[in-house]
């Protein structure tokens, strides 16, 4: 196995060591770090109900807090994810990544980009993302979950059944658990998508075996928190977050806002 | 009003229709600033400034497993700002968890704002005090603990005191406080027992409390409630 945190130093040399943090939320659903943009990642279900950090977090160097995100206690790694996409997940960012201005439309499903190629295909998704079910009317769909719903494999089944796959979506919060690094290594055969609000938009991703990254940007701001301080979803969000998807193989990436 | 057990939270709506009662009118002119449900605690602001906490209870959200389940465990995300209050107290009789949470929190800064009124009249507010920084535990009383509440089994055993402890989840308990855990099917037995009962809050949110003062002893004129 590489080094498990190679990845995650990639990811923090993109966040420089000047800017601070202007807010931090742990929301029920969704842990939310505001400084020169807002960034999302998903608040743990599980792990040590502990922040030591709580009230000197704001005013911290964002780079500072982004080294949470290699911390064992998951709601510090989600905090430190936030962080570090705080700095990649911004309008300006992005822009200057797809050379496209990022405009809000209407949501679209990062599943729904990808069907026309899934037809027939084996297809595994890593976390049990909403209304995927759905997805085995046309391929021979997988699920794995550490918390299983019916039908769902248990998390420990990924050793054996993510070599076998054509494709793989990977929520973006394995980067919290650090389980990232090993399913990469699993799927190297498999066109893999990261996605999720979680999902840091930055192609330093792709030297990693990742194909595309399904991530967010928030454009309404004060909205967005609001719905992470009153315990929304990802679903309560969509009106105000724009999904971007950066692929790989093309030259210049592509965002779909 | 909506999915209500009176009969399990009579407490509560004493304490709401008293609230409300004394705040008179002017309860329809508040309304709620801002909601944050966090991970530990739920807080929320008032528009005339005061606030009110309850404990979050993530362990009793059904099917706490990802976005699509637990979306309906707070269905009004994004709603709740400027809201009157009245919108939210009624939730305290609600079978959600997080919706009865949130109610609570109301009800604490309504309560709140009748001190700063001086509504009060029959109690004595003493502020950033512990409540048992103004009552002594004898050595031979037996007290017990309903929640992990850790500063005061700390402080049980510093005293010798004897003690038991109640707590739906035993497994937040660590292997010296397990040798005081009180099996469910002790429950009554210790609470009847008790000289002493220190109580927590979040007994209001999962319906207990009202059940654990009928089965104490009442009529002992030594048996303390610190709640």
């Known amino acids: ?18 800017s601070v943090v202007d807010e931090c939320l742990i929301g029920l ?77 209407k949501y679209i ?97 792709f030297n990693y075996g990742i194909n595309a990254l399904v991530g967010n940007v928030v454009i309404d701001s004060a909205k967005s928190k609001q719905i992470v301080a009153e315990g929304g979803t990802s679903v309560d969000l969509r009106p105000y977050i724009s999904t971007v998807i950066l692929l790989k193989d093309n030259k210049k990436s592509s965002s779909i806002v | ?53 309850c404990y979050t209870p993530v362990k009793m959200i059904p099917q706490a497993v990802c976005c699509p389940s637990s979306a309906k465990a707070m269905p009004n995300s994004g709603k709740m700002r400027g809201k009157n209050v009245l919108s939210f107290t009624e939730d305290i009789f609600s079978q959600n968890p997080l919706k009865k949470a949130v109610g609570i929190a109301v009800l604490n800064a309504l309560s709140e704002t009748c001190r700063q009124k001086n509504l009060y009249k029959d109690y004595k507010y003493v502020i950033d005090a512990d409540p048992l920084d103004y009552i002594t535990i004898p050595n031979d009383a037996y007290t017990v603990v309903v929640g992990a509440l850790l500063p005061y089994i700390k402080m049980l055993k510093k005293n010798r005191n004897s003690y038991g402890i109640l707590e739906l989840d035993p497994r937040t308990l660590k292997d010296e406080e397990m040798s005081h855990y009180v099996k469910p099917e002790k429950t009554e037995d210790a609470i009847s027992k008790a000289d002493y009962l220190l109580i927590t809050g979040t007994t209001l949110i999962n319906d207990t409390l009202d059940e654990i003062l009928s089965k104490s002893n009442y009529s002992r004129t030594n048996c303390k409630f610190i709640s």
């Open chain 1, 109 to 205: 499903n990062g599943f729904d980009y990808f069907n026309k190629m899934l037809k027939g295909k084996k297809v595994a998704v890593i976390g049990h993302f909403p209304g995927i079910e759905k997805m085995s009317e046309f391929c021979k769909l997988s699920i794995l979950e550490r918390i299983q719903q019916h039908g769902d494999y248990p998390d420990s089944a990924c050793e054996y059944v993510l070599p076998k796959q054509d494709f793989v979506f990977i929520t973006a919060s394995t980067l919290e658990n650090k389980t990232l690094p090993r399913i990469l290594e699993l799927c190297s055969k498999s066109f893999t998508i990261l996605l999720g609000p979680s999902t840091p938009l930055a192609p330093v991703l």
């Open chain 1, 1 to 18: 196995m590489k080094d498990l945190w190679e990845i995650y130093d990639e990811l923090l040399a993109l966040v420089s060591q000047n």
């Open chain 2, 1 to 53: 009003m909506n999915d209500i057990e009176h009969e399990k939270a009579v407490l509560l709506k004493e304490t709401y229709d008293s609230v409300k009662f004394m705040l008179g009118e002017s309860i329809e002119k508040l309304t709620v600033d801002r909601v944050v449900i966090g991970i530990f605690f739920t807080g929320i602001k008032l528009s005339n400034g005061t606030g009110g906490l």
């Open chain 1, 29 to 105: 659903h969704w842990t939310l770090v505001k400084s020169g943009g807002i960034g999302l990642a998903m608040t743990p279900l599980e792990g040590e109900h502990k922040v030591t950090l709580s009230g000197k977090i704001i005013g911290m160097s964002v780079r500072e807090l982004a080294e949470c995100v290699k911390s064992w206690n998951y709601f510090e790694a989600a905090i430190g994810l936030s962080a570090i996409n705080s700095v990649i997940n911004t309008k300006k960012n992005v822009e200057n990544i797809t050379n496209q201005p990022l405009v809000k439309q």
